[in-house]
């Protein structure tokens, strides 16, 4: 192939992506059209008086409808149902933009996002003009901050744009790999840097008493203590000079902190005992778990106030395997309904927990069958709380803790109080349930059959019964490839 052909094809090649991006585009645009119109019929139906949790029932309907028939959901939809509205209604020349082809959708969201506190209409047509003269020879990226730019010239203040910035505040965790999660918090900015700044305060401290008593040992621990001291020091430029917002005050003898031992105790997570060779990020990392679940920042204060145990129990699910605690199996436990943890933190959390519950699952399927426990409890709440683990509406993860137990079959319709009656489901959906058309039953191996308002149907089967698949000899595998 000659250089020519070559250029030819990689020229194809561009074009034909191109060509791809420009429908993808207009895919989007057409998504948002229909997402709207159904909006609209939900509005048309929405003549139910108060309460007002029974008065948004046919958008949650729809949302529900929506969400069960593309696999997402229902909340996910609801926010896509109202982003529809926005881009079609008060982004007319974006949404054209995107319908020809000239922008991405990842463009429509950035303008979208910088506009929308514009509330003067023309004032927002004349923002959309300039802003997409930007977005059509620019990645996201880069139009990110010339949007941001572009609309700060319109007469909207900064304080309003802080007050409508400042309703979006949250707090979430994203699950990841080998046992780990990540903690997310929007915060006003003041606030944010503020926290960060106070654990960066009380982590530096923390290295310095180490340094001071030379805990780790040797030539090796003043190399680790020195470098994570200079990485503090490299870090406070971000963060202000300490003491910037104030000094703490409730340290209390920071002697402790050098010290090994179960006087001293150690953060919620380090050993007693071992030596500390922890960096400046490990440090802050603890300092952080450590006033969030004790209210402390020391550790020898934070493990005489609080143990572990009681800092986070009855808020986790684990289940572990019976062998693995006794030290015959090697199988992961797991943090129910997120991710695996290691054996050694599962069988720590239990030997403090108030009581175990011993799951009886099926040899085969795997399907829980019962759950017993020694000290006196509501076995059928157990055994239904093990079984759904999350609401058991399609898609949604709200975990049982924040579920209401609900009769598949109501109790005035004589509808038996029995595990195969029974199912765990969040505020939204147990409304949703009585108060539409939604409708649902259940069969004895626990799979509670959705019929959508339309007459669709979704099977939704326990969590458990997804875990185990059967292998050829009939015993229990891995997972099923679901």
């Known amino acids: 192939m000659t250089a020519d052909e070559a250029s030819a094809v990689v020229d194809a090649v561009v074009d034909e992506l191109v060509e791809i991006q420009r429908g993808m585009s207009a895919l989007h645009a057409r998504r948002a059209v ?6 609209e019929l939900t509005r048309a139906q929405d003549d139910v008086p108060e309460p007002s949790e029974v008065r948004d029932i046919p958008l949650r309907s729809m949302a529900a409808q929506i969400g069960a028939a593309l ?3 229902d909340r996910t939809v609801e926010r896509d149902l109202s982003d529809a509205i926005v881009l079609t209604g008060r982004f007319p020349a974006t949404h054209a933009a995107l319908t020809a082809g000239a922008i991405s959708h990842a463009h429509a969201k950035v303008i979208v996002a ?4 514009i509330e003067d209409g023309d004032a927002r047509a004349v923002f959309e003009v300039a802003v997409l003269e930007v977005a059509r020879r620019e990645t996201p990226g880069r139009l990110k901050p010339a949007a941001r730019v572009l609309a700060a010239r319109h007469p909207v203040s900064l304080a309003e744009r802080h007050a409508a910035a400042a309703t979006r505040r949250s707090v979430w965790v994203r699950d990841l790999e080998d046992g780990m999660a990540e903690l997310i918090a929007t915060l006003p900015a003041h606030l944010a840097h503020g926290i960060r700044d106070r654990v960066d305060q009380y982590a530096r401290r923390v290295i310095d008493t180490r340094r001071a008593g030379d805990t780790t040992g040797g030539v090796a621990g003043d190399a680790r203590n ?4 200079e990485r503090a020091d490299d870090s406070a430029g971000e963060l202000g000079e300490p003491g910037e917002l104030g000094e703490p005050g409730d340290l209390g003898d920071l002697g402790e902190l050098g010290e090994a031992g179960p006087a001293a105790g150690g953060t919620l997570f380090q050993e007693p005992a071992v030596r500390d060779g922890r960096g400046i990020d490990e440090v802050r990392a603890d300092v952080f778990a450590d006033l969030l679940l004790t209210g402390h920042a020391t550790p020898g204060v934070s493990n005489a106030s609080t143990p572990e145990a ?8 684990v289940t572990i395997p019976a062998l693995a605690v006794l030290g015959a199996d090697t199988t992961p436990a797991e943090l129910t309904g997120h991710a695996p943890i290691d054996t050694a933190t599962a069988v720590r959390l239990a030997a403090t927990a108030p009581g175990w519950d011993r ?5 085969v399927t795997g399907a829980v069958l019962a759950v017993d426990r020694y000290r006196p409890s509501d076995q059928l709440k157990r055994t239904l709380r093990v079984r759904d683990e999350h609401c058991r509406f399609p ?3 709200i975990p049982v803790r924040r579920c209401d137990i609900d009769h598949t079959t109501a109790r005035e319709h004589d509808g038996p109080t029995e595990v195969t009656n029974l199912a765990h489901l969040c505020r939204r959906h147990h409304t949703l349930k ?3 058309a939604w409708r649902v039953r259940q069969t004895p191996d626990g799979v509670l059959h959705w019929t959508s308002p339309t007459g669709r149907r979704y099977p939704d089967r326990p969590a458990r019964a997804l875990v185990f698949a059967p292998d050829d000899d009939g015993g229990r595998t891995a997972a099923a490839p679901f």
Do not use: D, K, N
Request: proline share 8%; glycine share 6%; net charge positive.
């Open 71 to 73: 696999r997402i959901p």
């Open 434 to 436: 009585h108060h539409s």
């Open 395 to 397: 898609g949604c993860r």
């Open 114 to 117: 910088a506009g929308l506190p």
């Open 310 to 317: 009681e800092a986070i129990v009855a808020h986790v699910q």
């Open 34 to 39: 229909v997402l709207a119109r159904a909006v």
């Open 226 to 229: 020195a470098a994570a001291s």
């Open 359 to 363: 799951v009886l699952t099926h040899p």
